[in-house]
T-cell receptor
Framework: TQLLEQSPQFLSIQEGENLTVYCNSSSVFSSLQWYRQEPGEGPVLLVTVVTGGEVKKLKRLTFQFGDARKDSSLHITAAQPGDTGLYLC??????????FGKGTLLTVNP | DTGVSQNPRHKITKRGQNVTFRCDPISEHNRLYWYRQTLGQGPEFLTYFQNEAQLEKSRLLSDRFSAERPKGSFSTLEIQRTEQGDSAMYLCASAYADTQYFGPGTRLTVL
């Protein structure tokens, strides 16, 4: 069974701070996706990474896929209250089905 | 809006009743997935369709659960004889290449 461990589970920071959340596994994934989810809504895709060592930037968000395609990180620069939400990483497997971590619940205080 | 839609958004039912949820995927996507998410957890895979063919089912999908995608477009997920443990958010996603796009989910509460 493929498992994804996300850390930290909870993170509460002040507006303007930087943060990094991690997603680790003992398994290799063909792709890794990061989603953000708000209460009562479905996950919204942020990025897909497929190549080991790949780095993608999306405005203040930087995503990295580990060289061995087993781990990933999400770094947010100068966090804003609008960044508040549950950040989920998901690894792609057979039939492209996703295995999700439990998520990191981020709260950015004004 | 050309995203994934799900109906209803919320469903409250009594234990033992049957419920059916609908998912309308993005029109050009031939793959469709159902997931279930409980509080404090990430979504868990339930089943997968490529066009109208159901190609994979999770062990989580007991015989009370059935899913269809009759014409390779919309999909339905039915739960028979609901139990309190079925209370969860049911998410549908449609997919192109490596990427899945989720709908807003159906929140099921079984009393």
């Amino acid at each position: 069974t493929q498992l994804l461990e996300q850390s930290p589970q909870f993170l509460s920071i002040q507006e303007g701070e930087n943060l990094t959340v991690y997603c680790n596994s003992s398994s290799v994934f063909s792709s890794l996706q990061w989603y953000r989810q708000e209460p009562g809504e479905g996950p919204v895709l942020l990025v897909t990474v497929v190549t080991g060592g790949e780095v993608k930037k999306l405005k203040r968000l930087t995503f990295q896929f580990g060289d061995a395609r087993k781990d990933s990180s999400l770094h947010i620069t100068a966090a804003q209250p609008g960044d508040t939400g549950l950040y989920l990483c998901a690894g792609g497997g057979s039939n492209y089905k996703l295995t999700f971590g439990k998520g990191t619940l981020l709260t950015v205080n004004p | 809006d050309t995203g994934v839609s799900q109906n209803p958004r919320h469903k409250i039912t009594k234990r033992g009743q049957n419920v059916t949820f609908r998912c309308d995927p993005i029109s050009e996507h031939n793959r469709l997935y159902w997931y279930r998410q409980t509080l404090g957890q990430g979504p868990e895979f339930l089943t997968y369709f490529q066009n109208e063919a159901q190609l994979e089912k999770s062990r989580l999908l007991s015989d009370r659960f059935s899913a269809e995608r009759p014409k390779g477009s919309f999909s339905t997920l039915e739960i028979q004889r609901t139990e309190q443990g079925d209370s969860a958010m049911y998410l549908c996603a449609s997919a192109y290449a490596d990427t899945q796009y989720f709908g807003p989910g159906t929140r099921l509460t079984v009393l």
